[in-house]
């Protein structure tokens, strides 16, 4: 077994597939930071949510926001729904897994926030089940899909924005997305903080 090639290919399939997808992101990845500064400036919220690797990203991605990314400004008002164990799981014994994030969505979501729903396969019901929630509060969703955009992709209406990496292969989607994820924090950053380059 030659784990050298490996580990290049890897590398090269990476970078090729972002490269492929440089033209097609850019608007959606703007229309994306633009909702979340429009929500972020009349006192609104950025909830995420997803499972496995998509969780550890709209955590990393709150974190990015309330903490700070590159540059120095106040915290910004986000919060990872897949960070409360209490009560992740009490929902999920007392109710089912599936409403796991439509709970929290429906209990802390205002027309004003902006729904941040990641999962890879497009498919995670729980997800779905947190759009339809969002859309009940009247709340802009921005998901971040993988492969066709699966179910979710059937979920949004024109108002929210799909960000989906054309790719089947699991560990590409999931690099691709906090790719994206990054930028909507610069852009977010650069236009509160009016940078222009």
């Known amino acids: 077994m030659n784990l050298n090639s490996r580990i290049e290919r890897h590398f090269r399939e990476s970078a090729q597939l972002k490269l492929d997808l440089v033209n097609e992101m850019v608007e959606p990845i703007l229309r994306a ?12 919220k950025i909830l995420s949510c997803g499972n496995g690797g998509s969780a550890a990203d709209a955590q990393h991605f709150s974190a990015e926001l309330l903490n700070r990314f590159e540059m120095e400004r106040p915290g910004l008002a986000a919060m990872a729904l897949t960070t409360d164990s209490s009560t992740l799981t009490s929902i999920a014994n007392d109710y089912a897994y599936v409403q796991i994030f439509s ?29 339809e929630a969002a859309h009940e509060r009247d709340m802009t969703v921005v998901a971040l899909t993988g492969r066709d955009g699966g179910k979710i992709a059937e979920h949004l209406n024109e108002r929210d ?17 906090i790719l994206i994820l990054h930028c909507i924090c610069d852009a977010i950053d650069c236009t509160l903080l009016g940078v222009e380059e």
């Open 161 to 177: 924005i799909l960000l989906n990496v054309s790719s089947k292969t699991t560990a590409r989607v999931q690099e691709v997305h």
């Open 33 to 44: 930071a633009d909702a979340m500064v429009r929500s972020l400036m009349s006192e609104g």
């Open 103 to 131: 709970k929290q969505v429906r209990a802390l979501g205002h027309s004003n926030d902006v729904l941040l729903a990641i999962s890879t396969s497009g498919n995670s019901a729980n997800v779905i089940a947190a759009i």
